[in-house]
């Protein structure tokens, strides 16, 4: 067997694989239709192919959903007991007279270079 004729198998090899690998991979749009969901119904916030919980539970038990019960959460989310104030204060003076002062010596910088 010749180098050209194993180059053009293994390329018509290569065509046939990316022609089956989406329709074995993608997300089906006839389950979407018959359980009369969306895509996020079954799978991740990143897209097919990535499966939720949900989504593992419908492929591994003959496409259905009869029967599932989602996984508890493990940490509730807490309730926050007292209000916490969040950001910068600028009732202080020492980083409004940092940030005058750093100011007022560029200009002064660039009023000397422009002599």
């Given at each position: 067997?010749?180098?050209?004729?194993?180059?053009?198998?293994?390329?018509?090899l290569g065509i046939i694989f990316l022609l089956i690998t989406?329709?074995?991979?993608?997300?089906?749009?006839?389950?979407?239709?018959?359980?009369?969901?969306?895509?996020?119904?079954?799978?991740?916030?990143?897209?097919?192919?990535?499966?939720?919980?949900?989504?593992?539970?419908?492929?591994?038990?003959?496409?259905?959903?009869?029967?599932?019960?989602?996984?508890?959460?493990?940490?509730?989310?807490?309730?926050?007991?007292?209000?916490?104030?969040?950001g910068v204060h600028m009732n202080t003076w020492d980083v409004?007279?940092?940030?005058?002062?750093a100011i007022l010596l560029m200009l002064v910088l660039i009023?000397?270079?422009?002599?």
């Amino acid at each position: 067997m010749n180098i050209k004729r194993l180059k053009h198998i293994i390329l018509l090899l290569g065509i046939i694989f990316l022609l089956i690998t989406p329709s074995l991979t993608s997300a089906r749009p006839e389950y979407a239709a018959k359980e009369s969901r969306n895509c996020p119904y079954c799978h991740a916030r990143d897209g097919p192919p990535q499966l939720n919980e949900l989504g593992v539970y419908y492929g591994t038990h003959n496409h259905s959903v009869l029967g599932f019960v989602p996984s508890p959460k493990l940490t509730p989310t807490p309730v926050p007991t007292e209000e916490i104030e969040i950001g910068v204060h600028m009732n202080t003076w020492d980083v409004g007279l940092t940030a005058l002062v750093a100011i007022l010596l560029m200009l002064v910088l660039i009023f000397i270079i422009r002599l």
